[in-house]
């Protein structure tokens, strides 16, 4: 059974003070990893895919990696406003096309 | 549209009422997809549609749940006998497969938050 553990669940960092959000994964053949950011009463909003390990991606404050077994957003000289909860989600190749759900890192940054 | 949009924002429906969510894809999108989130951060993927076909129903309960996405309309996911467990956010997202072989992202509407009292 596909599974996505987010790791830790909360979080609280000084403004500027860097950090990582870990998501690990178990699927059959995976297709992508997502990460998201979701505000309180809204919904998640894209941030990045990644296909294959080694993949990376970048954008403002925001890195994401992946290797076979997990994948990282690093979070560097966080704002007030990067506070939400960041979510990885797996679409595995036997799935449809689905996203399975981690439980999430709720991130507060502090001024 | 440019983004996903749901309706309503909210629903309050007694035990054993009908509740309907609406969602309209972003244009140009074939695939729509419903989430149910409880528990603060727990998806559960229902049912997705290529255009308005069903695509994949595996987390579809099959006993009360349904859901259609007919031409020129916003897609409709309706419950029958609404349960105290089916209070949660309900989210859309609508995605654009490309032939190149990559598994576009999902983009997410704000959702309907149903309550079931």
């Known amino acids: 059974e596909d599974q996505v553990t987010q790791s830790p669940e909360a979080l609280r960092l000084q403004e500027g003070e860097s950090s990582s959000l870990n998501c690990s994964y178990t699927v059959s053949g995976l297709r992508g990893l997502f990460w998201y950011r979701q505000d309180p009463g809204k919904g998640p909003e894209f941030l990045f895919t990644?296909?294959?390990a080694g993949e990376e991606k970048e954008k403002e404050r925001l890195k994401a990696t992946l290797t076979k077994k997990e994948s990282f957003l690093h979070i560097t000289a966080p704002k007030p406003e990067d506070s939400a909860t960041y979510l990885c989600?797996?679409?595995?190749?036997?799935?449809?096309?689905?996203?399975?759900f981690g439980k999430g890192t709720s991130l507060l940054v502090t001024p | 549209g440019e983004e996903v949009a749901q309706t309503p924002k909210h629903l309050v429906r007694g035990e054993g009422q009908k509740a309907k969510l609406y969602c309209a894809p972003i244009?140009?999108?074939?695939?729509v997809f419903w989430y149910q989130q409880v528990l603060k951060n727990e998806f559960k993927f229902l049912i997705s549609?290529?255009?308005?076909?069903?695509?994949?129903e595996t987390g579809m309960p099959k006993e009360r749940f349904s859901a259609k996405c007919l031409p020129n309309s916003p897609c409709s996911l309706e419950i029958q006998a609404t349960k105290l467990e089916d209070s949660a956010v309900y989210f859309c997202?609508?995605?654009?497969?490309?032939?190149?072989?990559?598994?576009?992202?999902?983009?997410f509407g704000p959702g309907t938050r149903l309550t079931v009292l």
């Open positions: 549609f290529q255009n308005e076909n069903v695509f994949d």
């Open positions: 990644l296909y294959s």
């Open positions: 989600a797996v679409q595995a190749g036997d799935s449809g096309y689905a996203l399975n």
């Open positions: 244009k140009g999108h074939s695939y």
């Open positions: 997202a609508s995605s654009q497969f490309t032939s190149g072989g990559s598994y576009n992202e999902q983009f």
